[in-house]
């Protein structure tokens, strides 16, 4: 994927970075503004996060449905934002031609906000209900504890995070502390643009002149080339005055945690974190996980970012393990320490090799995510590895377990209540020998590599049961997923996972991509190479590592997940069905006829696979509730098409963009429903639908439900009003990833030969039709819930 870029200073001080990048999927925009929680008043916790929320009720050219959050959403994009200690992200993605307006609504609302006492009272209880999402959080209550013994600045340890308390009560005090805000820390010189899209920078440098003029910036022009970016003012280095180990009690899988607080005076360090990250999940044989597996430390590892400016870098190294009690301090840090020492000792080579793993994992994130990587300073583009592992050496960290158990004392850390106690003690017991790490790539075979049996070049004896792709060109492939109507539970596809994730680290230090993950709702085992060589071996090896799913020991962990994705995660398998020996379709993509028989070969004789496929039955229109008497109330209300016709899902997609933006103004701006509000086509199971996802603290489930039933009849005049040509918005474009491409063949081939469509024309009458039979089904909805 080829990239150029070019630099700009707008007449009024704005930084401006613009990328043009090939065949990236959608144009993606962040501006970061270098000011966060740690720049607000005491007088006002919570108030950088508050307006961020504001800014998105839109700036005084683009008002109502015209500003970004709705109009994006209109347009089949994504938008978000996040408020940082010494930064603020706003970020969105929409189709290459939509660039100009959105970035003329992003600028109008970051530069000219309203802050409406009207919209000041919305936002402050979706921030409240936010921290009581955040007070069940693990992760947030892993920072909160550590930053609990950090001496200074006190900024770390104050209360951050906002809610009705903090922020309610004087209502023009509170407006005049954001427009001081705002005028103090918006202002151009404090903001920077990073637009990347698959443009050249003379279309780019276009799109940005014209969105200025829709924003009535004109005046900022002309672009004024320089060869750097602006760097802010440092941040002072956070100082630990407390490094004893501590234990977090909080149910869930077990989590050991190290803390490093860094001084990174040009954000040096910082680059070099997605390089670390590319390392520490590397499960192959002799990697730092796969140690870590065989002494009972973890079961994975990541590299996280918890807090960065120019100036420091806060970091976090943590392992996830099943739940149980804690390690004696000391163990985890014992061998991290070994591992980094290896890690200054790699060769250029394998520097180079991590290098582009890394870089891999980058490209695979959406567009969105990708431009708020680089406005974060972790694109990872040039990093060096050997300093911030001799800084991470040089460096005593706090370490810090979790464990789900009721003892411990109760503390106050940044206004969350954390139980905690003190770490067992260092173990008398002499520690293991360090084991000498393998890093890639390797010119002899690793010893602690799986031998595997001899292969057979023999087919298979009944006939190939895969499918073959159709797609020409030298790389070769697989896909495996369950068959039509069936999934897996949550159990099977964690130990799926965890045992092939040896393979799937294999598979990439082969120059290819592996993964086990959900697409669309639908358990997937995906690799991809760029040459047949080692698809024959590494098949083997797939085989070799495949876990008998009938005696999965894993336990799914939905203890301490955003209790929305619990849903999420659970609702396929309330649409299909799931068995302990489950049945598996494949395709299989290679020129070579041998070698596709020899892949069949093996995939058949380990996995139970099927090419016939069943016609998926209607679904009945159940209702489940998960009882729950504490915390949030969550609900999925899905309406499933009863056609996989190309053109009904087409108008679905269609639908689904009118119905966001309706449904998000209606209970999140107007009612005040939740801070979860999405209603958006979707796909879970191979059904595709229409689905609603609520979660609130205040409103019960049945509320939210009926709300979800009366939205179809509300908008109703709304979609029979349209036109020809009234506001259709053509869909993003579909991914060009190879194995997207393959997935969809092997969608169409299960389906029976349909090909799903993305760019069929639908016509506002095929609308109105879907919408009325759409409103029609709200009595056979697929609903599952959790809460009161």
């Not at 320089?226 to 977090?248: G, S």
């Not at 009863?642 to 701006?669: K, V």
Request: net charge negative.
């Amino acid at each position: 994927m080829s990239e150029s870029s070019s630099l700009y200073y707008l007449s009024n001080g704005m930084a401006v970075q613009l990328q043009s990048v090939a065949d990236l999927s959608a144009s993606a925009v962040c501006l970061r503004v270098d000011a966060g929680s740690h720049h607000e008043p005491a007088r006002w916790p919570g108030l950088a996060h508050l307006l961020e929320h504001l800014l998105f009720q839109g700036g005084m050219r683009f008002p109502g449905a015209q500003r970004l959050m709705p109009w994006v959403a209109a347009r089949h994009g994504r938008v978000n934002a996040t408020t940082e200690a010494c930064r603020t992200l706003y970020y969105f993605d929409v189709r290459s031609d939509e660039l100009s307006a959105g970035l003329a609504r992003l600028l109008d609302m970051a530069l000219s906000p309203e802050f409406s006492a009207d919209a000041i009272r919305r936002e402050i209880p979706v921030i409240d209900a936010e921290y009581g999402m955040l007070s069940r959080h693990t992760p947030t209550l892993i920072n909160a504890l550590l930053a609990t013994g950090i001496g200074q600045p006190p900024a770390f340890r104050r209360f951050v995070a906002g809610n009705r308390q903090s922020l309610d009560g004087d209502l023009p005090a509170l407006r005049q502390a954001l427009l001081t805000f705002h005028q103090q820390y918006y202002s151009p010189g404090n903001l920077c643009l990073i637009i990347r899209a698959p443009l050249s920078l003379t279309d780019l440098s276009a799109a940005l002149t014209e969105a200025l003029s829709q924003a009535g910036l004109s005046g900022l022009l002309p672009l004024n080339a320089c060869r750097t970016l602006p760097f802010p003012a440092r941040a002072p280095v956070p100082v630990n005055e407390r490094q004893i180990p501590v234990v977090l009690h909080v149910a869930g899988e077990g989590q050991h945690c190290l803390s490093y607080l860094l001084a990174d005076p040009q954000s040096r360090l910082l680059a070099a974190v997605p390089l670390l990250q590319a390392l520490l999940s590397d499960a192959a044989p002799g990697s730092f996980i796969d140690a870590g597996r065989r002494l009972g430390l973890c079961h994975h590892s990541a590299a996280e970012v918890v807090s960065a400016a120019p100036g420091y870098l806060w970091l976090l190294i943590r392992l996830t393990r099943p739940a149980g009690p804690p390690h004696p301090a000391g163990d985890l840090n014992r061998l991290f320490r070994h591992w980094l020492a290896q890690v200054c000792c790699l060769s250029p080579q394998q520097q180079a090799h991590y290098v582009r793993l890394a870089r891999q994992d980058f490209l695979r994130l959406s567009p969105m995510e990708q431009v708020r990587k680089v406005a974060s300073g972790e694109a990872g583009d040039t990093a060096d590895i050997t300093a911030l592992a001799e800084a991470l050496l040089s460096t005593s960290p706090c370490e810090l377990q979790t464990e789900p158990s009721e003892g411990g004392q109760v503390t106050t850390a940044r206004g969350f209540l954390c139980r905690w106690s003190p770490a067992p003690e260092i173990s008398d017991v002499s520690p293991e020998p360090a084991p000498d790490f393998v890093f890639y790539p390797q010119t002899v075979r690793p010893a602690q590599a799986r031998s595997l049996p001899e292969a057979s070049l023999q087919g298979p004896a009944d006939g190939p049961l895969c499918y073959r792709s159709e797609i020409p060109g030298a790389e070769a492939g697989i896909i495996l997923r369950p068959v039509r109507g069936m999934t897996l539970t949550g159990a099977q596809l964690s130990q799926l996972r965890y045992r092939l994730h040896p393979w799937i680290s294999r598979v990439r230090h082969a120059g290819g991509e592996a993964s086990v993950a959900l697409y669309q709702g639908v358990p997937q085992v995906r690799m991809m190479l760029p040459a047949a060589g080692e698809a024959a071996e590494l098949i083997r090896l797939l085989c070799s590592l495949w876990p008998d799913l009938s005696a999965s020991v894993m336990a799914e962990d939905t203890t301490q997940e955003i209790l929305i994705r619990r849903l999420l995660a659970e609702f396929p398998q309330r649409l299909a069905v799931t068995q302990p020996t489950p049945v598996w379709s494949c395709i299989v993509r290679c020129q070579d006829d041998a070698l596709f028989s020899l892949i069949s070969h093996f995939l058949q004789q380990t996995l139970l696979l099927q090419q016939e496929q069943s016609i998926l039955p209607p679904l009945k229109g159940e209702a489940h509730h998960l009882p729950e008497r504490d915390g949030d109330n969550a609900l999925l209300f899905f309406l499933p098409l009863d056609s996989e016709l190309p053109a009904e899902l087409a108008a679905a997609r269609q639908l689904g963009a009118i119905y966001q933006p309706a449904f998000y103004q209606w209970l999140r701006e107007e009612l005040s429903a939740g801070y979860v509000v999405s209603c958006r086509f979707e796909s879970f199971a191979d059904r595709q639908g229409i689905l609603c996802a609520l979660q609130s603290p205040r409103y019960d489930c049945a509320q939210l439900a009926a709300w979800c039933r009366q939205f179809f009849g509300r908008v109703r005049e709304q979609i029979m009003q349209m036109t020809e040509g009234g506001g259709l918005r053509a869909e993003a474009p579909a991914s060009v990833l190879p194995a997207d491409a393959m997935a969809s063949e092997l969608q169409s081939q299960m389906a029976g030969g349909h090909r799903p469509a993305l760019h069929d024309r639908v016509s506002v009458r095929q609308l109105q039709q879907l919408h009325q039979w759409l409103e029609d089904a709200v009595a056979r909805a697929e609903i599952l819930s959790c809460g009161r």
